[in-house]
């Protein structure tokens, strides 16, 4: 399989997305699927190495193919959204837990 183009300064965007301890692990990991094959790294490779399934190198591959860095971010979830706002769990997280409830944390 011929090695994937990046786009003109992708490279050292996608190198500082893997190095990057920071970023969300599933960003990082589809950065590294693109610079290997970038690299010339067959797909079944790629999923070896990293312990995915081939299918899914695939698809961030074409995804990268068809829109760039923009392809590697998160699409919104399917689905129920949500019905706690961030807020409201972090606020519970800090307070202590009710006395009667005999746990300390």
């Known amino acids: 399989m011929a090695p994937l183009l990046l786009r003109q300064g992708d490279r050292e965007t996608l190198q500082r997305l893997v190095r990057s ?7 990082a ?3 590294r699927f693109v610079l290997l ?3 010339g790294v067959s797909n ?3 999923a070896q190495k990293v312990g995915t399934a081939r299918n899914t190198v695939i698809a961030w591959r074409a995804r990268y193919t068809e829109a760039g860095m923009a ?3 998160d699409h919104d979830r399917s689905g129920r959204p949500r ?3 961030h807020r409201v769990i972090v606020a519970a997280t800090l307070r202590p837990p ?8």
Not at 21 to 27: D, Q
């Open 21 to 27: 301890t920071s970023v969300r692990a599933g960003l």
């Open 29 to 31: 990991q589809r950065a």
């Open 37 to 39: 094959a970038a690299d």
């Open 44 to 46: 079944t490779e790629i």
């Open 71 to 73: 392809g590697l971010a």
């Open 83 to 85: 019905r706690i706002d």
């Open 98 to 105: 009710p006395k009667n409830l005999g746990i300390t944390h």
